[in-house]
């Protein structure tokens, strides 16, 4: 993966183009969007309550921040800026400070799925992001906008484009299973983990047939399972994942090496309810990867749900909040992807703490942006 450009998130904000004429600006590009990343840090939703952010502790922030007009922007001023920065740009430099070498001698898994941005799409708004999450850490390596009138499978392209990916296992849910994008992956260097369903027909049948037949007796070919058990969410859980490698060249699937299915068995505590699944995978992974890697790759895929999208909708206040014109529903997302980043690299297991720990203070919000002080 790339080498990381930058030593901390102001560093990174620092590196945002100005998208503003010269006429007519009042205050430095840096100090704006320094501005609502430390109200974000601070636990503030929306652009409003950033603005009262701002304007309510002012005289703390001219101190800390020493901006040569001794004064703090409006409301309308960061709104603006919001709406006017270059996406693209802020995207490549929060993610330059999210990037990382991948674990020697395993394989990194890469997540990658999309998210709508409800709160502006209540106002038809219409703004859809496709982002890649690593497995370990959570953090957020890209993203990009699904164009008007297309759909998550034209943006992962461009998510992947031009990216590194050797020694990396991407993950990808049914509706990502196209030929093109395993493909693109193998081209560039890494493994895909595909979960299929009835959507690639063919491919799905071909594994089913494969599961439904009991092997030969003298085959040993699918006898290798990896079994895990869990309880969580008042469930007693219980997965088995089996694979082959018996359809290797007879898929029509680029580099097909093994195929999987996995069966999730649940007991719900409370009513002892049993339910089953069965899901279907394909992989590029040789036979040297064992049941029990893919299956944690496989589990790894919620990181990307569970540490990034559920944080940011229910803990960041992404799904309430309101803005939606220009740029800003975007610009807003990739800030709090950045802090994620940010917070768990410091050691913050629950981020609400963090974000009533860092909303206590002024001080504590900016020092969390960057560890040099400095005037903007």
């Known amino acids: ?17 100005d998208p503003r004429r010269r006429r007519g600006q009042r205050y ?6 320094t501005l609502i990343a430390a109200a974000l840090a601070s636990g503030e939703r929306h652009l409003r309550a950033v603005g009262q952010w701002v304007s309510e502790h002012a005289d703390e922030l001219v101190a800390l921040l020493d901006p040569p007009r001794r004064r703090m922007p409006s409301t309308a001023t960061l709104r603006r800026a919001l709406r006017a920065v270059d996406l693209v740009a802020l995207e ?12 020697a001698g395993s394989w990194d898994g890469l997540a990658v799925d999309g998210k709508a941005v409800r709160g502006a799409n209540r106002h038809g708004a219409a ?17 990009v906008a ?83 058990v869990g309880t969580g969410h008042g469930r007693l859980e219980r997965r ?28 719900i505590l409370a009513t002892g309810e049993i339910q089953e699944e069965v899901t279907y995978g394909v992989t590029s992974l040789p036979p040297a990867a064992t049941p029990s ?8 895929h919620w990181t990307i749900e569970n540490r990034v999208h559920y944080v940011r909708d ?14 800003a529903p975007q610009a807003l997302a990739a800030l709090r992807n950045g802090l994620l980043r940010l917070l768990r690299a410091l050691g913050w297991s629950l981020i609400p703490d963090a974000l009533r720990h860092y909303g206590a203070y002024t001080h504590r919000a900016l020092a969390l942006l960057s560890t040099q002080p400095t005037r903007l």
């Not at 490549?92 to 674990?103: D, I, K, M, N, R």
């Not at 703004?127 to 993203?143: C, F, N």
């Not at 959507?199 to 092997?215: E, K, S, W, Y």
């Open 314 to 327: 229910v803990t960041f206040g992404e799904d309430a909040c309101q803005v939606r014109v220009g740029n």
């Open 293 to 300: 890697q893919i299956e944690a790759l496989w589990r790894g």
């Open 92 to 103: 490549q430099c929060l993610t330059a400070l999210a990037a990382g070498s991948p674990t």
């Open 146 to 228: 699904v164009a008007a009138k297309s759909n998550e499978i034209t943006a992962v392209p461009r998510l992947l484009a031009d990216r590194d990916l050797t020694g990396t296992v991407t993950t990808l849910d049914a509706l990502l299973t196209q030929r093109s994008i395993a493909n693109q992956i193998r081209a560039q260097g890494g493994h895909y983990l595909m979960m299929v369903k009835p959507n690639q027909p063919a491919l799905h049948a071909a594994i089913d047939r494969l599961f439904a037949a009991p092997p030969p007796p003298e085959t040993t070919d699918r006898a290798a399972v990896a079994t895990t």
């Open 1 to 17: 993966m790339d080498t990381p450009q930058y030593t901390d998130l102001l560093a990174a904000l620092r590196a945002v183009p």
């Open 240 to 267: 088995q994942l089996e694979r082959s490698a018996a359809l290797t060249g007879y898929l029509a699937w680029p580099d097909a090496q093994q195929v999987l299915r996995r069966t999730c068995r649940r007991v």
């Open 28 to 33: 430095a590009w840096p100090l704006l969007l």
């Open 127 to 143: 703004v859809h992001l496709v982002g890649l999450v690593r497995h370990g850490d959570g953090a957020v390596l890209g993203q």
